[in-house]
T-cell receptor, first 112, second 119 residues
């Protein structure tokens, strides 16, 4: 069964620190990788996507992909209390239907 | 109106009731989705409509019935639900990359969700 694994947390970091969120996936043929942020009581919101090995930066967010290790991470620099949320990792399965496989999410708490 | 709007936000229903969830997207997308989110489970894809054609139905019980009258509107009709159906139901939309219904884009835009409680 194709899976996406995330540490459920909670991950607690002080304000201003770097938060590192990790995700591993089982389908070696996966092509597309996504990070969604979900505040408590709200719906998921896409914040980053990455298709190629390496780093992709957008503001305070950096996505890192290592296909050989089947590992994708999200770094949040200068963490703010407003970053406190659950971060969902989603990965497309290989093949024509490219179904999205979701992780359970990691809860992040940024402490003032 | 912008983005994806979903109503109602909260719904409490008995097991014999019939209700409908409504979703409307204002993004010009051509694919729409229903997801179920339960505690301690990953997001579960229920239905996908691409170009107004249902392209996926993930073994969802028949007490859930989707309807997509056009590319902007999506409904989920509910009847004789069970308490285990209580969950957050999320509508989403995306822009297809290709002409085949199988190439749905993974960049999803979600509505605010309906928190459903079945008594």
């Amino acid at each position: 069964q194709k899976e996406v694994e995330q540490n459920s947390g909670p991950l607690s970091v002080p304000e201003g620190a770097i938060a590192s969120l990790n995700c591993t996936y089982s389908d070696r043929g996966s092509q597309s990788f996504f990070w969604y942020r979900q505040y408590s009581g709200k719906s998921p919101e896409l914040i980053m996507f990455i298709y190629s090995n390496g780093d992709k930066e957008d503001g305070r967010f950096t996505a890192q992909l290592n296909k050989a290790s089947q590992y994708v991470s999200l770094l949040i620099r200068d963490s703010q209390p407003s970053d406190s949320a659950t971060y969902l990792c989603a990965v497309t399965s290989a093949g024509n239907n490219r179904k999205l496989i979701w992780g359970l999410g990691t809860s992040l708490a940024v402490n003032p | 109106e912008t983005g994806v709007t979903q109503t109602p936000r909260h719904l409490v229903m008995g097991m014999t009731n019939k209700k409908s969830l409504k979703c409307e997207q204002h993004l010009g997308h051509n694919a729409m989705y229903w997801y179920k989110q339960s505690a301690k489970k990953p997001l579960e894809l229920m239905f996908v409509y691409s170009l107004e054609e249902r392209v996926e139905n993930n073994s969802v019980p028949s007490r859930f019935s989707p309807e997509c009258p056009n590319s902007s509107h999506l409904f989920l009709h509910l009847h004789t639900l069970q308490p285990e159906d209580s969950a957050l139901y999320l509508c989403a939309s995306s822009q297809e990359r290709g002409t085949s219904p199988s190439t749905t884009n993974e960049k999803l835009f979600f509505g605010s969700g309906t928190q459903l409680s079945v008594l």
